[in-house]
């Protein structure tokens, strides 16, 4: 069976950082990323890399201030988040999929379940 287990979601406030983790198990994947919701938007990319090239994609909004990154011995992805901003508040979701990386949501087979991030101004 196939989880993706998310943790390390918070309240921080803006200027703070967060680190997300995302553990994987039940098979292994090509691609991973982090996807975040606001309230009343949709689902939107964020970050993904290339499990076995290591190559990272990130959205313009979190460039400069994200970086998403793998541990291969624990088939965990994690995303770092400094210099947080309001705007950056949401449910974040971890992704996988077998295929190439990519930004569509309609393209990861697996999902977790959310983790809340929440940036005070």
């Known amino acids: 069976q196939v989880q993706l287990v998310e943790s390390g979601g918070g309240l921080v406030q803006a200027g703070g950082s967060l680190r997300l983790s995302c553990a994987a198990s039940?098979?292994?994947?090509?691609?991973m990323g982090w996807f975040r919701q606001a309230p009343g938007k949709e689902r939107q990319f964020v970050a993904i890399i290339n499990w076995s090239i290591g190559n990272t994609y990130y959205a313009d909004s979190v460039k400069g201030r994200f970086t998403i990154s793998r541990d291969n011995a624990k088939n965990t992805v994690y995303l770092q988040m400094n210099r947080l901003k309001p705007e950056d508040t949401a449910v974040y979701y971890c992704?996988?999929?077998?295929?190439?990386?990519?930004?569509?949501?309609?393209?990861?087979?697996?999902w977790g379940q959310g983790t809340q991030v929440t940036v005070s101004s």
């Open positions: 992704a996988a999929r077998a295929g190439g990386s990519s930004w569509s949501v309609r393209e990861y087979d697996y």
């Open positions: 039940g098979r292994t994947f090509n691609s």
